[in-house]
């Protein structure tokens, strides 16, 4: 069974950092993109990030760069977004999603995880 398990999320102080995890099971790691996605209250789902695990590539929307980072532990087929100068309007609910490699995320994603939380107090 293919699985997306995301962890990490709580509440964090204004300019706090929080590290979330993405484990993922059941399909070919190295094959795949894996991307962050975030859907704040009254807000649209927005892409944040994705990381191409094959080749490397990396697209970072402009509202996180330079604060978010992800890296991938290939060995254990995990991806981790970490966050730091964390703002009051990064409150939302934390995806992590996987689609083939090339498409960098820029499709529909074809596999999903639950969610987590992150919130984000001033």
């Known amino acids: 069974e293919v699985q997306l398990v995301e962890s990490g999320g709580g509440l964090v102080q204004a300019g706090g950092s929080l590290r979330l995890s993405c484990a993922a099971s059941?399909?070919?790691?190295?094959?795949?993109?894996i991307g962050w996605f975030r859907q704040a209250p009254g807000k649209e789902r927005e892409e944040i990030l994705c990381?191409?695990?094959?080749?490397?590539?990396?697209y970072y929307a402009g509202s996180v760069k330079g604060r978010f980072t992800i890296s991938v532990d290939n060995a254990a087929d995990r991806v981790y977004l970490q966050m730091a100068s964390l703002k009051p309007e990064d409150t939302a609910v934390y995806y992590c999603?996987?689609?083939?490699?090339?498409?960098?995320?820029?499709?529909?994603?074809?596999?999903w995880g639950k969610g987590t939380l992150v919130t984000v107090s001033s």
């Open positions: 990381i191409n695990i094959h080749d490397g590539r990396t």
């Open positions: 999603a996987a689609d083939v490699a090339e498409r960098l995320c820029q499709g529909g994603m074809a596999y």
């Open positions: 059941g399909f070919t790691f190295d094959d795949y993109a």
